[in-house]
């Protein structure tokens, strides 16, 4: 009968350990359905899978919580919320590489010191006033004759 209850106990520890084993591993989410077994919601960002999770409070950690639809205990992603959530990252895809634009070339500019753009301005503007007064006088001319 001794060795029966050694062989019974030795089962049982076996049997523990099994079982044990599974429930604290539960918590690494894999696809949508172990996602949801956890309490989560599928998200796809930028063409990668995530599950927005609760992370679960310290002193529900055990793992008879695990499965229960209550979160997780460890967060592998980014932390949401001040930490309450969590974003598993399920199937993580690289982002397409996209072409680097044709780079154009622009011929230099050549710049001009400010005191040349401010005597190139004030020439423009006097060359404006003595067509102006040029017209005006001529119109006054005009205007005389036309009275005789």
Known sequence: MGISKVCLGAASLVLALTFAAPAAAESTIKNAED???EGGTMV?????????VQI???EYSGA????NQLGI????????????????PVTIRPQPVKA???VETVPAVET??????????????????EDMA???AEDAVKSMVEDK
């Open 44 to 52: 796809n960002v930028k063409n990668s899978d995530y599950c927005l």
């Open 112 to 129: 001009t010191p400010a005191s040349d753009v401010k005597d190139a301005v004030v020439d423009a503007v006097k060359e404006k006033a």
């Open 134 to 136: 040029t017209d005006k």
């Open 35 to 37: 996602c949801s077994f």
């Open 100 to 102: 680097a634009p044709a």
């Open 56 to 58: 679960r409070p310290e």
């Open 64 to 67: 008879e919580y695990d499965g």
């Open 73 to 88: 205990v460890e967060c592998p992603g980014d932390k949401l919320n001040d930490g309450l959530f969590c974003m598993y």
